[in-house]
């Protein structure tokens, strides 16, 4: 199968893809095999508030990164939904004009079945597209909630598309979203509102205490006639390269994968230790206990690490 992948056979990476999600360790040896040949494509992160027209503003760029001769993929996320297996979700299917195109590669993804958490099968279905020589590779995400963050975090540039009409919206999605940001978008910005959000992140971007190597630019554009897209895609350019000359994608990388190991090493500790010892008689007797209110659930966690400890060690 990877064979195939890497010879660019897109039945391949889509069975390959579904494995990832279903997860399990048939998954993990087919990745182990596929990572040397990852890390040359650029991911872009698209994200924000629903209603933003991200999928229009997809569909522009895919048009946009085709004209330049570049081969395009596209991960369209959606954790609340039940459905993958390359399902087009809600308004998605504008897309679906490209899937002729041998240069473009689209696939939706749920939350069917994840294991590790939906960014992790986000990043690792990445990589298979990646490996393929799609570059750039867009992850589209649906929303601003912490699954949405945590799949923006798997991008080397995360665009940030804010629709006029938030009201207070701006205000209310800094915490979160806005940190994150590299560039910025005002879409629909033939509504009227649409100036004075521009005006809104330009002041939370003043703000800032912290200074910046990259100040994210602020984008105006109305996708549904593609204006200001083409502004756009050179902004995620110039941002790529600024990532290249700095050094600032090597260190994104870097904390990536610390983040991505992490995980993996939790998740086989919680699989294969924590998980069958929380179904042990000793166990369920402690949580007795502690349902009793005899011992406080710190004193079962200690009581618990030693053991946890021992079983690493074996």
Do not use: C
């Not at 945590?150 to 209310?172: C, K, N, R, S, Y």
């Amino acid at each position: 199968m990877i064979r195939a992948v890497l010879a660019g056979n897109r039945r391949a990476a889509g069975r390959l893809i579904s494995r990832i999600e279903n997860g399990g360790r048939d998954a993990e040896s087919l990745l182990r095999q596929l990572y040397p040949h990852t890390g040359k494509g650029h991911v872009v992160g698209i994200t924000g508030p629903p209603g933003g027209g991200k999928s229009t503003l997809v569909d522009e760029l895919l048009l946009l990164v085709r004209a330049s001769g570049k081969n395009v993929a596209v991960i369209a996320v959606d954790p609340n939904s039940p459905f993958s297996g390359g399902a087009i979700l809600g308004d998605r299917i504008r897309m679906m004009r490209h899937a002729v195109d041998r240069g473009v590669f689209i696939r939706s993804m749920g939350a069917r079945g994840t294991l590790g958490g939906l960014a992790r099968t986000t990043g690792d279905a990445v990589r298979v597209l990646d490996a393929m020589g799609f570059d750039p590779v867009l992850v589209e995400t649906v929303g601003v909630g912490q699954s949405e963050l945590e799949i923006a975090e798997q991008a080397d540039t995360t665009v940030v598309v804010i629709p006029p009409g938030l009201g207070d919206g701006v205000q209310a999605i800094k915490a979160g979203i806005m940190e994150i940001a590299d560039i910025f978008v005002v879409n629909k910005a033939d509504q009227p509102q649409a100036s004075k959000v521009v005006s809104d992140i330009r002041d939370l971007l003043h703000m800032e205490e912290s200074v910046r190597e990259w100040t994210p630019p602020i984008v105006s554009t109305a996708a549904l006639r593609g204006e200001g897209v083409p502004d756009l895609w050179m902004r995620i350019q110039q941002h790529r390269d600024f990532l290249e000359t700095s050094g600032e994608l090597r260190r994104r990388r870097e904390r990536r994968l610390e983040r991505e190991i992490m995980d993996i090493v939790w998740g086989r500790v919680r699989q294969d230790l924590l998980e069958p010892r929380f179904e042990s008689a000793d166990f369920r007797s402690m949580l007795d206990d502690v349902l009793a209110r005899r011992m406080d659930p710190y004193e079962a966690a200690e009581r618990a690490t030693p053991e946890t400890v021992a079983g690493l060690q074996r």
